[in-house]
């Protein structure tokens, strides 16, 4: 009819704008068509639904049309109208109208242009480039304020944004579907050990590090005397370069070669702390050495590789017992981030966290390092079972006979990977929360040091106050500088711990306070020498001079000090504290910008003087290996987590050292554990040797990441396939969020808006958990104005929440990120998130709980039902409020819904605590946020009431029973909620319906009436809430037997404390009820005609009255009550004369009013009117029932 030819699109484009919209609109209306029975194939298929030929036609000439659209110079406010339409109706087909293939799309490689010229293909990457350029155009048309009368523009665009978000999802849909966990790609940076304190930045000396032992020299000491402490050499020297060196050898050779090594550290165990820590970083040095080899492989057996090394570190249980699952946390330490490496790293952390549980350890402590190595492997991601880690932990402190040395060692890890990932200044969630984690870490750490001391110290109790706040106050450092410590007896290997753990602080203390980290350093420093203080001076000189707290001048004292120590205890004979200061000056020498080459010199000569003397012990002895390593380079396990030459290590000062190691290691006379040191040192000083080529590398990679976190590089985080519609997404987010870091609001609207599309069109897809770094991203660099792209991405990270499938990676970037959200203060959460995305993650209590471990589920549900409060009163909103009580209510139906044989959804200790939140801490907030006194509930409390009444049905009644808050005394504050819920507390054990109905009741009765005030806000909201109260008793269902010992009860209660409470109100309100319930007007055994016993309160009962009338003004409350007060006499008269209580009653009333009429005379003018209407109820039960008029 329009006659045109459909395939010629330039004439279509030239028809009047009306019919060409009409046309567009009708092209997306077309549908599959089913195949005819009689047309299907012999061999049986099934109906399947085909594209017609119109139906394609249809999408192509769509397509052509806005092909049309780019090439054309026409009106822009027409052009938006003709492309809204356009995309309107694109969003109404599936991907099979749209022309699109899974087969031939999943053998598309997205780069090889030899299949583009497939039509599926061609049509799919229109489809991708309409997609996007919608989004353009869009944007453009937002930021265009002046083209045109039009004004509804901004609506025009708005909608091409809405399709434009449906197209992007059907897409990703389609390429979810094909793909699965194909669509992404496996990547990531590794995470660089080293730490952002990079050590030896410039040239190291060749001459200094080639006199080092080979590896040859070490493995050849292994195989020849095969112990603990060669075992320990040769895990070192595993990583040494060359032609031979290991890292050059195939993964299962080096696995093979390091588990030998394992079975014999199980065989002599060291107890030193200082050894201990060596030791634990050969182990952890050897599993970085096995996974840069993994690296090396190529991506496809990357993962088997990396699968089959796990299951072979498992096996050697059997033979290495415990030291198995410590490689196996060192394992788990030193693998990147890759997303697709996630289920193996779980694996390893579900199988060291039970294993207290299936007796894995022989040792308490083992079993707290692995938990530590696990728990920092987690604070990377800021993952939140950290905290349950460390309250484990934390509880292993107790004894101070222990040396406790795995438990500090693990929290010195936590706190250096804590701090390695990025800045801690900022007020995004992660950095907050990693701030606070190191801060509650510290405090551990003084809090046990305070307890080591010979009497407790108020300067370090101070100190330990300022370290969990973060802030230092002004007269703490003076404290710390004039501090006086002694150590308590018998405490010695815990202490040094304590410090060694300490040591590997101060880089993230000097992040978060540098103030306070000079006051830790300086008490630290104020420790008598001998109590191992040696081991941190190093780090905490370093970190002091780096933060410019202390200058070279102060390293120059300490220095000389060291040496005067030193030289005195050398005098005196006085092991401990010659081994403590010499370890000290060896470790200073390579902070000095000074000449220091005769106190190098003193180093060399004492060390060597040491281990050839006999008159030293063999802890001394011992000590000074390590302090040779310390005068190369850093010692791994006290001054650092790896070892490392020094910049300026002289050739003669390696030299010596090597010689005089080598002399002690092979000197069959000497003591076993002097001779172990030597060979423990030897192992270091080759790992020294071979680490140049990797610092290099960790710099280049650390420069990266610092880059990465000024502004979020997806592309580090998580990659697309080739040619993917989600690789052009999150190449659009990228360029998004780099406009938003460069705070340029130029095109700040136009930003948001399509940000906003984007998370949108994610949320039906599994992402990577690391993608929550991205979102984390788009919260902190919006303003808080821009509520859209916040609500999205609060929407995005929540839609990831839910169960999916996810193959190669995992969602938990997402839940820790919502967890860390829910334990912020309200201010700071909204803040970040914009007020109106609260509700949304309140909404997702059931997806989040689902997925935390019991013992942080509690914690978290009371968070948000306390950030759900805080918005009542801060913001006069409930919609959170709402959103958490259907979130509750939904974990409780499907825990009830749950088949005996299925797999429960949340575990039973969870149910628990949600339920004895409900009938705790939940109950009593509602009676007071949600009360009729509270104005912003007035209109919408019957959503939350029903709620959480629907939630208090499903719980058991043993759980109920327990409840001290449902069976504490009725007060006003309370006497709403309680009377809401009283049909379901009366299923309480040993309380019927009618006693607990009874109470409340009573309770109503017994309250006075307040005289009139209109300006009293405190009068006016206890009138309120007992008229409120009494609509909410008053529909609970009675029998007549309990119906009428209710009536007889409140007229006993005027009997005793007079016509001034509230019993009337409670009465007539009652008998109205039970009137209009039964529909006593129909009942043809009362012979009295309708309109004498129906006035205007008949048709104003309803069940759910109180919700409805609770927003009432007072006044306006008090004259529906007055309308019920007036039908009184004439319903009560009848039923009593039902119930055959009339004389009772009747008696009663007369009383009452008697009394009443004695009080006429001394009543207030205020209160006079309520009196007569009382008076005159009273008088009128009394003539209905008897015919006696009282006057």
Known sequence: RLGVDLCDTPTIMKLDSLILEGLLMLLGTGRLEEIDGESESEEGTDNVPIVSPELSKAVSLLLDCHHYLQNVDKDIYSNAVIRRRIYASLTEYTPQILGLDPDIMRDWDGLNDSKDTLPEITRFLALKSISVHGLDFA???????????????????????????????????????????????????????????????????????????????????????????????????????????????????????????????????????????????????????????????????????????????????????????????????????????????????????????????????????????????????????????????????????????????????????????????????????????????????????????????????????????????????????????????????????????????????????????????????????????????????????????????????????????????????????????????????????????????LVVETIQKVLSDVSFGNDCKSISALAGCAIVGQVPGLTSFTPLAHQLVKKEVSLSVVKVLNETASNDSEELKCRDSATIGLGVLCAMKSSIRRVRKNRLVFEKTKQIDRGVDIEAIIQARDGSVLESILHEIQALLRMKSQHSHEDAAATNNKLSVLFSSLELIAMPGSFSRVIEMALSTTSRNDAEVKTSSVSLLISQLKSRRRIGFDGRGFVDLSTRLAKMPYQELTDLIGIGSLPIITKAIPDLLNQLPTSVCEGVLKNLWTLSQDEIIRNSSISSTEAFLLGLKKIMLDAVKNDPGSKQTISPAVLRALQKATIGYIFSDLCKNASPSNPVCMLNSENIWSSYIRCLEIIPVAVISESDVLKSEINLGNIYGIALCARVLSSMSGSSASNRTRKIETFIACQNYPGNSNNDIRVIDQIRAVLVASLAIAPQPQSETEMKESVMNIFEIMLVQGGKTFGLELLAIKVAFWWESLHVNEQSSINVPVQRVTKLSSFLIAKNICFQFQSLPCDVLIQFYDACIADLPFKLALLCGRWRISDDVSNRAKRICNDGIRLRATTPKSEARRLENSLTCLRDIVQFITGEMLF
Request: aromatic share 8%; glycine share 6%.
């Open 139 to 601: 944007a453009q048309l937002l930021k265009s304020h002046d083209v045109g009368t039009c004004s509804n523009t901004k609506d025009v665009a708005k909608d091409i944004l809405h399709s434009v978000s449906k197209l992007f999802r059907t897409l990703l849909l389609f390429e979810d579907e094909v793909h699965g966990s194909f669509l992404f790609r496996g990547l990531s940076i590794r995470n660089p050990k080293v730490g952002p304190s990079l050590t030896n930045e410039g040239r190291v000396s060749k001459a200094g590090i080639s006199q080092l032992p080979d590896a040859v020299d070490v493995k050849n000491m292994f195989e020849e005397d095969p112990r603990s402490a060669s075992a320990i050499a040769f895990l070192y020297a595993m990583g040494s370069t060359g032609s031979n060196s290991s890292t050059s050898q195939p993964t299962s050779e080096l696995v093979l070669q390091i588990s030998e090594c394992f079975y014999d550290l199980l065989n002599e165990p060291l107890v030193d702390p200082a050894f201990q820590a060596v030791q634990t970083c050969s182990m952890m040095y050897s599993m970085d050495v096995v996974w840069a080899s993994m690296e090396q492989a190529e991506e496809s057996t990357k993962h088997t590789l990396f699968n089959q090394v796990v299951s072979d570190v498992e096996g050697w249980a059997s033979n290495s017992g415990e030291y198995a699952y410590v490689a196996l946390a060192a394992l788990a330490l030193a693998v990147d981030d890759d997303p697709q490496l996630w289920s193996f790293i779980t694996k390893i952390q579900n199988t060291i966290l039970g294993g207290s549980d299936n007796y894995l350890f022989a040792s308490e402590d083992a079993m707290v390092l692995c938990v530590g190595m696990v728990a920092a492997k987690l604070s990377r991601t800021a993952d939140a079972r950290v905290s349950d880690l460390i309250d484990f932990i934390q509880l292993s402190l107790s004894d101070n006979s222990k040396a406790c040395f795995g438990a500090f060692f693990g929290m010195g890890l936590m706190v250096k990977n804590l701090a390695s990932r990025s800045e801690l200044s900022g007020s995004n969630p992660s950095k907050v929360w990693r701030r606070r984690t190191i801060q509650r870490l510290l405090g551990i750490f003084m809090t046990e040091f305070d307890a080591c001391l010979s009497e407790s110290n108020s300067t370090v109790r101070e100190l330990v106050d300022c370290l969990k706040m973060g802030e230092s106050s002004d007269d703490l450092l003076c404290m710390c500088e004039e501090i006086d410590l002694s150590i308590l007896v018998g405490v010695d290997q815990k202490f040094k711990s304590i410090l060694i753990g300490l040591a590997h602080t101060f880089f993230a203390l000097s992040a978060i306070n540098v103030k306070l980290m000079k006051c830790v350093a300086c008490t630290l420093i104020k420790l008598p020498w001998g109590s191992g203080k040696g081991f941190i001076m190093h780090n905490a000189y370093k970190a002091c001079l780096d933060a410019e707290m202390f200058q070279q001048e102060d390293l120059s004292n300490a220095i000389l000090d060291c040496t005067d120590v030193l030289r005195k205890a050398i005098a005196d004979g006085s092991d401990m504290i010659c081994s403590d200061a010499l370890f000290a000056l060896a470790s200073l020498c390579s902070l000095s910008t000074a000449n220091v080459q005769t106190e190098t010199s």
